[in-house]
């Protein structure tokens, strides 16, 4: 299947400071990328979708201001924390979907634990 | 709007034994089904997915799952699981239209005992 490759794994950052968050399909165009959020033992909750070349569309509650969505190339979407706090400490997923046609398969990242400290 | 429900959070069973994982969804509109599998500090697989036709859906590693309308349901099923189907199992749905960005269930933690 196709790949999609999220960097860092995992990231430690101080209060206040801002951290990017990669999100790279490998072997295939993604017009459209999504950014999910886990909580512990929790399920994902989609904070945004990514269109390439347009603003991102955020999901009701989540921050557009806080969380940066960055879709530039049809292979690369970055989400940047900015001035983390301590609650900001989550597991952050992103996917891809390869293709337009409906239904087609949305492929995930590894995921990146960030702890905001 | 569509959401889902995971009935179980958590799935104690013994190696070998079969295993079925409840998932029913809401929806006002035609949906897309899928089962996904996380494992610790991972990101999501994909199982199976219902897109239509056979309501009976086989996937990897030996799962199923069945598609039933009317009781807006989509069971996972396996006849018989080993120790490394111990994982965290996402039932979502997407709309068939727009971007059809998924809406998962909360979980079901399934952990296969000697």
């Known amino acids: ?117 | 709007a569509q959401s889902v429900t995971q009935l179980d959070s958590q799935v104690p069973v013994f190696e070998e034994a079969p295993v079925e994982l409840r998932c029913n969804y809401s929806s006002s509109v035609s949906v897309y089904l899928f089962w996904y599998v996380q494992y610790p500090n991972q990101g999501l697989q994909l199982l199976l997915k219902y897109l239509s036709g056979s309501t009976l859906v086989k996937g990897i590693n030996g799962f199923e799952a069945e598609f039933n309308k009317s009781q807006t349901s989509f069971h996972l099923r396996k006849p018989s699981v080993h120790i490394s189907d111990t994982a965290e199992y996402f039932c979502a749905v997407s709309d068939r239209g727009g971007y059809n960005k998924l809406i998962f269930g909360a979980g079901t933690r399934l952990a296969v005992h000697p």
């Open chain 1, 1 to 117: 299947g196709a790949v999609v490759s999220q960097h860092p794994s995992w990231v430690i950052c101080k209060s206040g400071t801002s951290v990017k968050i990669e999100c790279r399909s490998l072997d295939f165009q993604a017009t459209t990328m999504f950014w999910y959020r886990q909580f512990p033992k929790q399920s994902l909750m989609l904070m945004a979708t990514s269109n390439e070349g347009s603003k991102a569309t955020y999901e009701q509650g989540v921050e557009k201001d806080k969380f940066l969505i960055n879709h530039a190339s049809l292979t690369l979407s970055t989400l940047t924390v900015t001035s983390a706090h301590p609650e900001d400490s989550s597991f952050y997923i992103c996917s891809a979907r390869v293709g337009g046609g409906e239904g087609t398969e949305a492929f995930f990242g590894q995921g990146t634990r960030l702890t905001v400290v």
